[in-house]
């Protein structure tokens, strides 16, 4: 490979990172307190929406994102050869197990926006989500945030392209479950306090009460 080539090579990688931290920024912006309470201000009646078009909208945009980063030429760093193709199914299947356990305990219509599009509906106000303890909520806090780690480290083999994108995407996990944190333990309080105290973030976890 010629210098020209290496020089290309590392603006697409930069190219890579840039649109991906922009679709995180774009993603975790739209899930601030100050986003919504601006919504909230600028269109009251259409605030139950807003669930709704923030999932559809960064659906679409990481559809796009993920369509573009395929057309990229790739080069293999790493292959799950061997063993190590055991451990890759190994940790693939955990979480695929952390995706349904959650879905099972999450309130996926509250997630989606639907409970909001339903109370909306009826001309009532939208209540408040309860902390939930219960199925994997009490092994582990976050199981999806746990699921998705382990998908960007077993998910692909490893290439130049996707390792930078899955550098970013690990990075951005671990700063928005953070944030999750502090948004929940300023939301609920001490109560989410103690259940913190008790349940591990992201793997299993269990102290007495």
Same mark, same amino acid.
């Given at each position: 490979?010629?210098?020209?080539?290496?020089? &290309?090579?590392?603006?697409?990688?930069?190219?890579?990172?840039? @649109?991906?931290?922009?679709?995180?920024?774009?993603?975790?912006?739209?899930?601030?307190?100050?986003?919504?309470?601006? +919504?909230?201000? %600028?269109?009251?009646?259409?605030?139950?929406?807003?669930?709704?078009?923030?999932?559809?909208?960064?659906?679409?945009?990481?559809?796009? %994102?993920?369509?573009?980063?395929?057309? %990229?030429?790739?080069?293999?760093?790493?292959?799950?050869?061997?063993?190590?193709?055991?451990?890759?199914?190994?940790?693939?299947?955990?979480?695929?197990?952390?995706?349904? &356990?959650?879905?099972?305990?999450?309130?996926?219509?509250?997630?989606?926006?639907?409970?909001?599009?339903?109370?909306?509906?009826?001309?009532?106000?939208?209540?408040?989500?309860?902390?939930?303890?219960?199925?994997?909520?009490?092994?582990?806090?976050?199981? @999806?945030?746990?699921?998705?780690?382990?998908?960007? +480290?077993?998910?692909?083999? @490893?290439?130049?392209?996707?390792? +930078?994108?899955?550098? +970013?995407?690990?990075?951005?996990?671990?700063?928005?479950?953070?944030?999750?944190?502090?948004? %929940?333990?300023?939301?609920?309080? &001490?109560?989410?306090?103690?259940?913190?105290?008790?349940?591990?973030?992201? @793997?299993?976890?269990?102290?007495?009460?």
């Amino acid at each position: 490979m010629n210098e020209a080539q290496m020089m &290309a090579g590392d603006g697409v990688l930069l190219r890579v990172c840039l @649109w991906t931290s922009l679709w995180c920024v774009f993603h975790s912006l739209l899930a601030t307190h100050g986003w919504r309470a601006l +919504v909230v201000r %600028l269109f009251p009646r259409w605030n139950a929406f807003s669930r709704v078009i923030y999932v559809v909208a960064s659906t679409v945009t990481l559809l796009a %994102l993920l369509a573009w980063l395929r057309t %990229l030429p790739q080069q293999r760093l790493w292959e799950w050869e061997g063993i190590w193709a055991f451990a890759r199914w190994l940790g693939l299947l955990e979480a695929a197990f952390l995706f349904w &356990a959650g879905a099972r305990a999450y309130d996926n219509r509250h997630f989606l926006g639907l409970s909001q599009l339903r109370d909306y509906a009826l001309g009532r106000q939208p209540g408040e989500t309860p902390l939930r303890t219960d199925g994997i909520l009490g092994v582990v806090r976050h199981p @999806w945030y746990s699921a998705t780690l382990l998908a960007l +480290v077993f998910g692909l083999p @490893w290439t130049d392209i996707n390792a +930078v994108w899955r550098g +970013v995407f690990l990075l951005y996990t671990l700063v928005g479950c953070e944030l999750e944190e502090r948004k %929940l333990l300023r939301d609920v309080g &001490a109560p989410y306090a103690e259940y913190r105290r008790q349940v591990g973030r992201y @793997w299993p976890r269990r102290r007495p009460r």
